[in-house]
């Protein structure tokens, strides 16, 4: 089976959420005979189609971005010409452009949309582009949702439910990625011997503010890994807060950052809106056996976490919730010794990579009719 993945932003231009799910279906798809091409947008077409982990990742030029969607006057031509050569369509939703090319290539192909998440921000985009969007969920042969909580949570997905299947997002397991054991020495020197750890990138609905204000009032030692807008204005407010305590790393190697999962006591993930829809790392804090606090906010971050099992959720929003939950993991090292271990067991029982992979191959194969062909590739 040959595979078309189109979304508006792909490696090397960039590399979030949607992006790493988008390589590890390449990855977890690979060994039932899939193969797996990308379509994105670049400023730099020619140079940044490259291959990225073994998959060729295209670029078609970004003339314009409005509203964080990205706008191109060639890509309908690249579609085409690789949907020619694709067995079957990916589309990655949200991208208001994917939807008109869909339309506009008028492509026979099969095609599949994994759904990452409601219009959250752009809600004045989200009222002229609906009936755009209704057309185009309805043409595809199949919507993915990420967790059971997103398809119940969002209105979108509720009018469409017929044609959802569920499929949670998988990762690779970075608790046994080699690590630089030589650095263990430096970052506890830096951190101290105990201290809780956030990984992602730094974006609005992250909620990083509120985890600014819960370890001040703690005092704990955090240290928040990852680079995005609002890098300096979350480096200003640690600075103007004389918040010591708080390490702002940027992005780290993935060794480093397996590193730092490994030597945590607690992962604290206090994204606060819808947008963040699923929180890929959480899966890596889970296999790194890491106790999880997250915020209720109906999607797939709780059920990735546990309350009471495998860590606490607490409210949105709520700087004092965080705070309540950071100290009960810092008094309580057992319990959270525990809950850490059922995050493990949870990330090994539901959310692999090879779980991701192999559901979508079958998914794939019933829409090509293919089915028996799979069985015979994965035995």
């Not at 939703?93 to 409601?118: E, G, N, Q």
């Not at 990762?171 to 011997?193: F, N, Q």
């Not at 300096?232 to 993935?254: F, Y």
């Not at 709520?318 to 525990?338: E, F, V």
């Amino acid at each position: 089976m040959r595979v078309l993945h189109f979304y508006k932003t792909f490696a090397p231009d960039s590399f979030g959420g949607a992006q790493s799910v988008i390589r590890d279906i390449a990855r977890g798809t690979e060994p039932f005979g899939v193969e797996t091409q990308v379509l994105s947008l670049s400023r730099n077409p020619d140079g940044n189609s490259v291959h990225v982990d073994g998959v060729w990742a295209r670029k078609a030029r970004l003339h314009l971005e409005l509203a964080s969607t990205g706008l191109s006057l060639s890509v309908l031509t690249v579609f085409k010409e690789m949907a020619q050569d694709a067995d079957l369509i990916h589309y990655h939703f949200p991208w208001p452009m994917m939807d008109v090319i869909h339309f506009l290539a008028r492509t026979d192909k099969p095609a599949v949309v994994t759904y990452h998440s409601d219009i959250v921000k752009q809600r004045w985009l989200k009222t002229a582009y609906d009936p755009l969007m209704h057309r185009f969920l309805d043409s595809v042969g199949s919507i993915i949702a990420t967790s059971p909580p997103y398809l119940d949570t969002s209105p979108v997905l509720a009018r469409h439910r017929d044609k959802v299947t569920v499929i949670p997002i998988g990762t690779g397991d970075i608790a046994r990625r080699p690590k630089p054991e030589e650095r263990r020495a430096y970052w506890r020197e830096k951190l101290g011997p105990r201290f809780f750890v956030f990984v992602g990138a730094l974006r609005y609905y992250k909620g990083l503010h509120f985890l600014l204000e819960a370890a001040a009032e703690t005092g704990f030692p955090v240290a928040i890994i990852g680079t995005g807008r609002l890098s300096q204005q979350l480096a200003d407010a640690v600075a103007a807060r004389g918040l010591d305590n708080v390490h702002l790393l940027g992005e780290l190697p993935e060794d480093e950052k397996a590193l730092l999962l490994d030597m945590a006591c607690g992962f604290v993930f206090p994204s606060h809106l819808r947008s963040e829809a699923f929180g890929v790392a959480l899966l890596e804090a889970a296999a790194s056996r890491l106790p999880l606090v997250t915020c209720e906010i109906g999607t797939g971050t709780s059920y990735v976490n546990r309350h009471g099992e495998t860590g606490y959720v607490v409210p949105p929003a709520d700087p004092m919730g965080l705070t309540d939950a950071m100290r009960r993991l810092w008094a309580d090292p057992a319990a959270a010794r525990r809950m850490g271990d059922n995050a493990r067991r949870r990330y090994e029982a539901l959310f692999t990579a090879r779980q991701m992979g192999a559901a979508h191959a079958a998914l794939y194969a019933r829409l090509l009719g293919v089915e028996r062909l799979l069985e015979t590739t994965a035995a």
